[in-house]
């Protein structure tokens, strides 16, 4: 079992920046792929950014590319979503997910974390 726990979430306004992190309590953390998944209020849940379990595979959704950047240290059990010029429809509720490759489905996820809230003032 991996727990997962996010944090780093707030409110900012309109183009200014926020640094999430996740912590996973597993000892075969390098053994995941992590995720950065979003749900906005009414909508579905949606795919934000992935990382291999290198580090060195990474993907971005269209809206997010070239603003947030994922990033791990496998040393603390971390990842993390650097995320500027934040926008309002940016607001959401971010969650982490660990599964077994890099992807930008939520299904192909194993675990979840319960997820931070950030909201972007315009």
């Known amino acids: 079992q991996v727990q997962l726990v996010e944090s780093g979430g707030g409110l900012v306004q309109a183009g200014g920046s926020l640094r999430l992190s996740c912590v996973a309590s597993?000892?075969?953390?390098?053994?995941?792929?992590m995720g950065w998944f979003r749900q906005a209020p009414g909508k579905e849940r949606e795919f934000a950014a992935t990382?291999?379990?290198?580090?060195?595979?990474?993907s971005y959704a269209d809206s997010v590319k070239g603003r947030f950047t994922v990033s791990r240290d496998s040393a603390k059990n971390k990842v993390y979503l650097q995320m500027n010029r934040l926008k309002p429809e940016d607001t959401a509720v971010y969650y982490c997910?660990?599964?077994?490759?890099?992807?930008?489905?939520?299904?192909?996820?194993?675990?979840w974390g319960q997820g931070t809230q950030v909201t972007v003032s315009s």
């Open positions: 990382i291999g379990r290198s580090g060195g595979t990474t």
């Open positions: 997910a660990a599964g077994p490759h890099p992807a930008t489905v939520a299904a192909d996820y194993d675990y």
């Open positions: 597993t000892r075969t953390f390098n053994w995941f792929s």
